[in-house]
């Protein structure tokens, strides 16, 4: 079964101070992982996909890195509209759908 | 371009009623895709249409829950009849095709609660 954990659950941070969140994943043979952000009340908001060990991307100051066990999404001097829950969600590469299999997030908070 | 579009957007019904959700997905997205978001958790697939097939319908409670996608465009899911543990976000994302690894996007959900 695939599975998702993200760490931490919850992180405050103060308006430029940089830090990294995790996501651990096991799968059957991985197909992509993607993050996604999610403010309150909203949808998710895909961000990145990440396909093979030691692929990165970036967006603005958001950086995600990928391994053969875990990703890493680096956030760089955040701003206060950084604030939302990041999710990560892996796609096996067997069987006929698209399942994203998802953690059950990192809520970050930044203040000024 | 317009997103994925849910209605309603908030549902407060008491357990045993029965209800319905409505999701219209990104013009041209094949495949379409109902989530549910427990408060605190990350969403969890209940059914993925390919067109208005079912590819997989796996996570879906079909005791009291289903889903249709009559004309290969929007969708509905029906809960009947509804339970307290059902209270949670409903989610409808599309994506382009089924092959492949295509990024999904999701609407805004409807907040369902059941008393």
């Known amino acids: 079964e695939d599975q998702v954990t993200q760490s931490p659950e919850a992180l405050r941070l103060q308006e430029g101070e940089s830090s990294s969140l995790n996501c651990s994943y096991t799968?059957?043979?991985?197909?992509?992982l993607f993050w996604y952000r999610q403010d309150p009340g909203k949808g998710p908001e895909f961000l990145f996909t990440l396909y093979s060990a030691g692929e990165e991307k970036e967006k603005e100051r958001l950086k995600a890195t990928l391994t053969k066990k875990e990703s890493f999404l680096h956030i760089t001097a955040p701003k206060p509209e950084d604030s939302a829950t990041y999710l990560c969600a892996v796609q096996a590469a067997e069987g006929g759908g698209n399942k994203l299999t998802f953690g059950t997030g990192t809520q970050l908070k930044v203040e000024l | 371009e317009a997103g994925v579009a849910q209605s309603p957007r908030y549902k407060i019904i008491e357990k045993r009623q029965s209800v319905a959700f409505w999701c219209n997905p990104i013009s041209g997205h094949a495949t379409l895709y109902w989530y549910q978001q427990i408060l605190g958790q990350g969403p969890k697939l209940l059914i993925q249409?390919?067109?208005?097939?079912?590819?997989?319908d796996s996570q879906l409670p079909k005791d009291r829950f289903s889903a249709e996608r009559l004309k290969g465009v929007d969708s509905t899911l029906k809960i009947q009849p509804a339970k307290l543990e059902d209270s949670a976000v409903y989610l409808c994302?599309?994506?382009?095709?089924?092959?492949?690894?295509?990024?999904?996007?999701f609407g805004p959900g409807t907040r369902l609660t059941v008393t």
């Open positions: 799968v059957s043979g991985l197909r992509g």
């Open positions: 249409f390919q067109n208005n097939g079912v590819v997989d």
């Open positions: 994302a599309s994506s382009l095709r089924l092959a492949g690894s295509y990024e999904q996007y």
